[in-house]
Nanobody, 117 residues
Framework: QVQLVESGGGLAQPGGSLRLSCAAS????????MGWYRQAPGKQRELVAT???????NYPDSVKGRFAISRDNAKNTMYLQMNSLKPEDTAVYYC???????????WGQGTQVTVSS
């Protein structure tokens, strides 16, 4: 299984931007389907974005047009560019990877994103 470490979280003002990174250890990073989830206090974890091994992306309406997921297989790293941030984007953001054969899902430890003036 792959180990995941997120970075790039922090404090941003409404309308601002942040870029999250997810570094993966191990080999065969390129075959994994990857994604970002988030969990706000008192709420269920929700999907933020996904990117397949072939680069296809998917977003819920809540972030579509504001967030962009990408991956650099040469660096074993996935990114989440977050623009036009809103206070409701405040949450712990988690990186996830799914193996295409076993369907085992790995999670990172999470990184806090706070949007406040």
């Amino acid at each position: 299984q792959v180990q995941l470490v997120e970075s790039g979280g922090g404090l941003a003002q409404p309308g601002g931007s942040l870029r999250l990174s997810c570094a993966a250890s191990g080999s065969a990073f390129s075959i994994y389907s990857m994604g970002w989830y988030r969990q706000a206090p008192g709420k269920q974890r929700e999907l933020v974005a996904t990117i397949s091994a072939t680069g296809s992306t998917n977003y819920p309406d809540s972030v579509k047009g504001r967030f962009a997921i990408s991956r650099d297989n040469a660096k074993n790293t996935m990114y989440l560019q977050m623009n036009s941030l809103k206070p409701e984007d405040t949450a712990v953001y988690y990186c996830t990877a799914v193996h295409p054969m076993t369907r085992f899902r790995s999670w990172g430890q999470g990184t806090q994103v706070t949007v406040s003036s």
